[in-house]
């Protein structure tokens, strides 16, 4: 057995859903589509995008050396906001564990193991907090395809995958790129979506997207949003739920850490409005969520309220 298969057996026997290998090449391409989504606007006030835009749409200004990317995808579906929430909706992804430190930690096991083959072997962890375009790695990797909602759908779990990489100085074995599009015809995501967010075929503007405005956006959230949130809170998973990949794929993962915690369950958002400070950090602590902060958390609330 050759090093890429032994690499892809470890990944599955550390709990990751999918792997595929990419080789490391520079796409034009990737630069001239992030360029032109910065250009727009599109990216709001997420600056930490644009400062490392160079980096982001060209592999080999974020790891010089990089010769193939490891993707990998962790299912993380635990059901649907309706099935635990009544007052208020949060988005799937944050009502567990901080995926990043359980992702980065599987990775750095991962790249261990490979370092033990050679020890002249390199690479670097990834997450989505890395310059790196994760899920247009992911498809040449043949992982899955980027639907409309700009979002991974992959064929055995949907969209609800997260996604991590190791970037190496060393050749494997690539897999097939997933160039088949199969969202075909279906506008599914476009239409359901309340803020008019995905404005065409694979175009995100996330200015109008309600994830964006309760989680990135540090600002008050514009007037235009008001009737239209849908009782979200802390991100949102309106394009993803109504993806037909997702009802007819989408399987219960069976990572723990991922499970909903049982005071996000058992209470409502006017007792989440009332938490002082140390109560949230002491029940958001290990969590995604800590990065709204109180003081988000309370403005989303609000705006649902007024």
């Known amino acids: 057995m050759n090093l890429s298969h032994n690499i892809k057996q470890k990944a599955f026997e550390l709990g990751f859903s999918k792997i595929g290998i990419a080789k490391a090449q520079y796409y034009q391409s990737d630069k001239i589509n992030l360029n032109n989504w910065i250009d727009s606007g599109y990216h709001g006030s997420m600056d930490w995008i644009a400062k490392r835009k160079e980096e982001r749409s060209d592999i080999f200004k974020y790891y010089p050396k990089a010769k193939s990317v490891i993707s990998v995808a962790l299912n993380y579906f635990t059901g649907n906001s309706k099935d635990y929430f009544s ?35 390199n690479g670097i962890c990834c997450v989505d907090t890395s310059p ?58 476009i239409e359901a979506c309340p803020t008019d967010a995905i404005i065409g075929d694979y175009k995100l503007d996330a200015n109008k997207c309600i994830s964006y ?20 809170i802390y991100g949102c998973d309106i394009c993803q739920e109504v993806c037909p990949w997702n009802h007819r794929f989408s399987v219960l993962t069976n990572e723990f850490s991922f ?48």
């Open 87 to 121: 007052t208020h909706k949060i988005s799937n992804y944050a009502w567990g564990d901080d995926y990043h430190t359980l992702l980065k930690s599987k990775l750095y096991i991962l790249l261990d193991y490979i370092k033990k083959y050679d020890n002249n072997l």
């Open 213 to 232: 405005q309760t989680i990135e956006n540090k600002l008050d959230i514009p007037d235009d949003f008001k009737g239209k949130m849908d009782d979200w």
């Open 132 to 189: 790196i375009s994760e899920k247009v790695w992911a498809q040449r990797a043949g992982l899955g395809w980027i639907g409309k909602h700009t979002n991974l759908i992959t064929k055995d779990f949907g969209t609800w995958v997260f996604l991590g990489e190791i970037v190496t100085d060393f050749e494997l074995d690539y897999d097939k790129v997933f160039s088949t599009n199969l969202c075909g015809s279906c506008t599914a995501c």
């Open 259 to 306: 499970k909903p915690r049982d005071f996000l369950k058992n209470n409502d958002a006017n007792i989440l409005y009332n938490l002082n400070q140390e109560e949230f950090s002491k029940f958001f602590k290990d969590s995604a969520m800590k990065r709204t902060k109180l003081a988000g958390l309370k403005r989303n609330i609000d705006f649902l309220k007024n």
